[in-house]
């Protein structure tokens, strides 16, 4: 079975900062499907980034991009000039490149407050 | 483009009630999924319905069940609900399976209250 996990309950920045959020999967699986997922108060989840394991580049969308190694099974988000309305829980997702097998497995969440 | 909806946003309920959650996915989605997220246990996969079916259940008990209409929306019930069963129940959706990103787009949720 998969395992996804965050080891930072709480973090916190200065408004304008760059903040990292780690995240590690267990796998034996070699395709597969990451992403970083927001949900802010209001509790709507959203994609924030996605990256495919067969692809070495790292995925970058505006602010936000990916620092991913495949071998140590890592998968951290870089946030630059982070905004007031980056303060969300941030989740890092696994998911299987199977079609049979299309859930998300959850980390457990990072709370990001960024600070005025 | 209207996204994901859920209905109710809130839902209270006593011990051994059951509970009936309504998702609709975004228009042209075929597949539901339905998670949960307890306080303290994070978001775990209850269920996925693909074209009708149930394709894929996570860890729960059989008195949580559910279904997909022909429209594609989707009702998630829990039977004999019990105290733990509180949560925020998160339904997602996302395209014909091979044709689209495997994005999953997420509803608002309902939030569950077993007293």
């Known amino acids: 079975a998969q395992t996804v996990t965050q080891s930072q309950p709480e973090m916190s920045v200065q408004e304008a900062e760059t903040v990292t959020l780690s995240c590690t999967y267990d796998?034996?699986?070699?395709?597969?499907?990451l992403f970083w997922y927001k949900q802010p108060p209001s509790r709507q989840m959203i994609l924030v980034i996605r990256?495919?394991?067969?692809?070495?580049q790292n995925a970058t969308e505006n602010r936000f991009s990916v620092n991913f190694q495949k071998a140590a099974k890592s998968f951290s988000l870089k946030i630059s000039d982070s905004q007031l309305g980056d303060t969300a829980m941030y989740f890092c997702?696994?998911?299987?490149?199977?079609?049979?097998?299309?859930?998300?497995?959850f980390g457990q969440g990072t709370r990001l407050t960024i600070n005025p | 483009e209207a996204g994901v909806t859920q209905s109710p946003t809130h839902l209270i309920k006593t011990r051994g009630q059951q509970a009936t959650l309504r998702c609709s996915p975004i228009?042209?989605?075929?597949?539901v999924y339905w998670y949960q997220q307890a306080l303290g246990l994070g978001l775990q996969f209850l269920l996925w319905?693909?074209?009708?079916?149930?394709?894929n259940r996570g860890n729960f008990p059989p008195r949580f069940s559910g279904r997909q209409f022909p429209n594609y929306s989707s009702e998630l019930n829990v039977n004999a609900l019990e105290l733990e069963d509180s949560a925020l129940y998160l339904c997602?959706?996302?395209?014909?399976?091979?044709?689209?990103?495997?994005?999953?787009?997420f509803g608002p949720g309902t939030r569950l209250t077993v007293l």
């Open positions: 997602a959706s996302r395209g014909r399976l091979g044709l689209a990103p495997n994005e999953q787009f």
């Open positions: 796998t034996s699986e070699n395709n597969y499907y």
């Open positions: 990256q495919e394991a067969y692809k070495q």
């Open positions: 997702a696994f998911m299987k490149h199977a079609q049979g097998a299309q859930k998300l497995v």
């Open positions: 228009s042209g989605h075929t597949s």
């Open positions: 319905y693909d074209e009708g079916e149930e394709r």
